[in-house]
């Protein structure tokens, strides 16, 4: 007797999708910003970090538009979408990390996202079953 996909692991696909959607867009439009007015963000003073506006708006155009590509594909049920999620998610906390010191709040909920996506698409195997060992 052959039965559906598990309902947990259907769950927490739809949480990472979801998650990977909200962060997605936000970069976009962030990105956008970014991209549109330079002087827009401002870093606090004394950071270690400093890009230059427009190069680092569009890095989150584009992988804001990656994320919900992916997210997509994840809704989907592909198995492709996972594994790029989780390289994407991590790569978007990594960015995330360095938006901190123009907005702390939005950058610090972002990557807890980021988290919880790489965390549901690890948790569950492809057949729908927690992952042994």
Not at 3 to 27: E, K, Q, R
Not at 52 to 75: E, K, N, P
């Amino acid at each position: 007797m052959e039965s559906g996909p598990n309902p947990v692991a259907v769950g927490f696909s739809v949480l990472a999708g979801s998650m990977m959607l909200l962060t997605g867009i936000y970069h976009a439009i962030v990105g956008l910003a970014a991209i549109i007015d330079d002087k827009f963000f401002v870093a606090t003073a004394n950071y270690s970090f400093e890009f230059d506006t427009t190069t680092w708006g569009w890095l989150q155009l584009i992988s804001g538009l990656v994320l919900v590509v992916t997210a997509g594909g994840i809704f989907g049920g592909h198995t492709w979408a996972r594994v790029v999620g989780i390289a994407v998610a991590g790569l978007s906390a990594v960015e995330s990390f360095f938006f901190i010191p123009y907005h702390p709040v939005w950058a610090i909920l972002i990557i807890a996202f980021d988290v919880v996506a790489i965390w549901a698409l690890s948790v569950y195997g492809s057949n729908g079953r927690p992952r042994q060992g």
